[in-house]
């Protein structure tokens, strides 16, 4: 019976049945600033955190860093 009746009422399609185009391009917009919220979230928190546990560098400067290069390499050339 099932067979019978497909076979006399077309099925239509998706496009027939729903023939207007859903705009959720607004839905993804707030989903969108919802994650880049989050993850500048996570990461200011990460950030914070990772400044908070790193003890304080010696030796930022380029001349510091140069000065650590010369002595390891006449440490090695002697």
Known sequence: ?????????PT?????QYPQQADLS???QRQTTRLIEHQNHVQDV?????HAHQ??????????MDRQLDEAF?????
């Open 12 to 16: 239509p399609s998706y496009y027939q």
């Open 55 to 64: 003890p304080p560098q010696q030796g930022d400067s380029d001349a510091e």
């Open 1 to 9: 019976a099932v067979q019978d009746y497909r076979a006399q009422v």
């Open 46 to 50: 990460w950030s914070q955190e990772y």
């Open 74 to 78: 006449t440490h090695v050339t002697q």
């Open 26 to 28: 607004s839905h993804f």
